[in-house]
């Protein structure tokens, strides 16, 4: 299951040259790049670890994507995004997020129905790779 998180989720997997256009388009803005990673991307884990610090006073995008690398190196088989924030008063969060790395198995995740009182129904996601592997290891190869 290819998890569909971000913009350009739906397309295939952007070349670094495709990244490092979409750096550039956010340093025109004046957005500071960010990369996290993580190995839980349940749709509701929106904090994920950050790799190095936010990059506000980028000049271009070598310094990220060296950066990219450094993570893609040190975190195999981990979800790895990018993040674009935009400090504009008013607006003042993410703009844009997309994913630039992923484990070569996703294993995806299963609908789990738990009943409550009053014979209420609840749904929630569960990922098959949290129930395998502590964390850390759950895409290990």
């Known amino acids: 299951m290819r998890l569909t998180q971000g913009a350009f989720s739906f397309l295939p997997d952007l070349t670094d040259a495709q990244i490092a256009a979409q750096i550039e388009y956010c340093l025109r803005k004046q957005w500071a790049v960010a990369i996290e990673f993580t190995d839980d991307p349940h749709p509701r884990n929106t904090y994920w670890s950050m790799w190095g610090h936010p990059m506000f006073d980028l000049a271009d995008a070598a310094g990220a994507m060296q950066a990219l690398r450094?993570?893609?190196?040190?975190?195999?088989g981990h979800y790895i995004r990018i993040n674009a924030f935009d400090s504009t008063p008013g607006w003042e969060s993410v703009r844009?997020?997309?994913?630039v790395g992923r484990p070569t198995v996703e294993p995806g995740f299963r609908l789990v129905r738990r009943e409550g009182p009053g014979r209420t129904l609840h749904y929630t996601l569960e990922s098959y790779a949290v129930g395998r592997q502590p964390a850390g290891e759950r895409y290990a190869p």
């Open 96 to 99: 844009l997020s997309f994913i």
């Open 70 to 76: 450094e993570c893609r190196e040190a975190q195999p």
